[in-house]
């Protein structure tokens, strides 16, 4: 079975400052991970993904996460925070082979930057 | 690129009638297609998802039910909806495998039942 978690209902930062939003995931083999936005009133939007490779991945809106099997996280990062990165956002995982082909999504975050 | 028309944006309905979201796909072709219902603002609730024509998986049980009449369109529908039924819907459509995995999100229907 694959899970996510999102510890964290409500993240409150500076802007300029850095900020990190935190996303655990629990599945039987190799995961495929992915950050989703939110803003209001609207439909999700692909940030970044994890597929193999580099532990760090960059996506858009400078945002990257970096993928640490030993402490199964994916944590979403940005060096500088803006208060137009205020949103929701969503940590989604899938067992890369023999599980589900639907990602299973997190709670979500709401992140709120602050001028 | 694949883009997601969902229609209509803004819904009130009463209770006891029909219901009908519609979803439709450009950009692929053969995708999974997913209706999600999202409250509060908060967490995802998968309700079906669709792998081709005519195939739709139920996530959990509801008066809700889903078709998928062409390969790129996707139906929500109801025959009398319940004030449990207001939320936010979401339609999502993937071309999965490999280094092109990731969903693509319709821009949403809210529904209020009164």
């Known amino acids: 079975a694959q899970s996510v978690a999102q510890p964290e209902d409500q993240v409150n930062v500076a802007e300029g400052n850095p900020l990190t939003v935190k996303c655990t995931y629990s599945?039987?083999?190799?995961?495929?991970l992915f950050w989703y936005v939110q803003y209001p009133n609207r439909g999700l939007q692909f940030l970044l993904k994890?597929?193999?490779?580099?532990?760090l991945v960059k996506g858009s809106y400078g945002f990257e996460a970096e993928f640490n099997k030993s402490q199964t996280s994916f944590h979403l990062k940005k060096p500088s925070a803006l208060v137009s990165d205020s949103a929701l956002y969503f940590c989604a995982v899938r067992e890369r082979t023999g599980g589900s082909y639907i990602p299973t999504f997190g709670r979500g975050t709401s992140l709120i930057v602050h001028p | 690129s694949q883009t997601i028309h969902q229609w209509p944006a803004t819904l009130v309905q009463p209770v006891g009638s029909p219901l009908s979201l519609e979803c439709t796909v450009e950009?692929?072709?053969?995708?999974?297609l997913y209706w999600y219902r999202q409250a509060a603002g908060r967490g995802l609730q998968l309700l079906f998802y669709s792998v081709g024509i005519g195939q739709i998986s139920s996530e959990v049980p509801q008066n809700l039910s889903a078709s998928r009449p062409q390969d790129r369109q996707f139906i929500l529908s109801s025959k009398k909806l319940l004030l449990s039924d207001s939320g936010f819907y979401l339609c999502?459509?993937?071309?999965?495998?490999?280094?092109?995995?990731?969903?693509?999100f319709g821009s949403g229907t809210q529904l209020s039942v009164l």
């Open positions: 994890y597929i193999t490779g580099d532990n």
């Open positions: 999502a459509s993937q071309t999965s495998g490999g280094t092109n995995e990731k969903l693509f």
């Open positions: 950009g692929t072709s053969n995708p999974n």
């Open positions: 599945v039987s083999g190799n995961p495929y």
